[in-house]
């Protein structure tokens, strides 16, 4: 079986761990790269944003990011939670884990990263908002449902 590429849209929020937790239950087998994609809303660092703005930043093995002074370069967030189960998956499943992270608008560069990596799927977690909030804010997950080019799998939060 070839190699197949599995995205997990990752905020560190609790829905986005726990699609975290289903994809490494359920979806990800031996061989597979884990890709986490990781979109930043604001731009704290003008330099790298300018750079990466369009295409996001190079991918980066889980193994780099488990130092912290290159978790800090990123402006990645302190999780062990998060890195201590990557880590055990990444060994268990003889799985190769990546993150990417982007910087803009969370709908849009979800969607370009499935075009861009040619993800064969994709997970990712859901608030649970009510119909009129979704209207009202707007909803990610809606967003990438309709205009993804891969099979995307919603875990909710309840």
């Known amino acids: 079986m070839a190699e197949r590429r599995i995205g997990v849209a990752m905020d560190f929020s609790p829905s986005s761990k726990k699609a975290l937790r289903w994809a490494t239950d359920n979806l990800v087998c031996k061989g597979d790269t884990l890709v986490l994609l990781h979109i930043r809303h604001h731009r704290k660092d003008e330099a790298k944003?300018?750079?990466?703005?369009?295409?996001?930043?190079?991918?980066?093995?889980?193994?780099?990011?488990?130092?912290p002074p290159v978790r800090q370069r990123y402006d990645m967030p302190e999780d062990p939670e998060v890195f201590d189960t990557l880590s055990a998956?990444?060994?268990?499943?003889?799985?190769?884990?990546?993150?990417?992270?982007?910087w803009g608008d969370p709908r849009e560069k979800v969607c370009d990263a499935v075009e861009e990596l040619h993800l064969e799927s994709l997970v990712m977690g859901s608030r649970g908002l009510g119909s009129v909030q979704r209207i009202l804010l707007g909803s990610v997950t809606n967003?990438?449902?309709?205009?993804?080019?891969?099979?995307?799998?919603?875990?909710?939060?309840?």
């Open 143 to 158: 967003y990438v449902l309709s205009n993804a080019s891969c099979p995307v799998t919603v875990v909710k939060s309840k």
């Open 89 to 102: 998956v990444a060994r268990q499943k003889e799985l190769c884990v990546v993150i990417k992270m982007y």
């Open 49 to 67: 944003n300018t750079l990466w703005s369009r295409t996001g930043s190079p991918l980066i093995p889980l193994e780099e990011l488990m130092d």
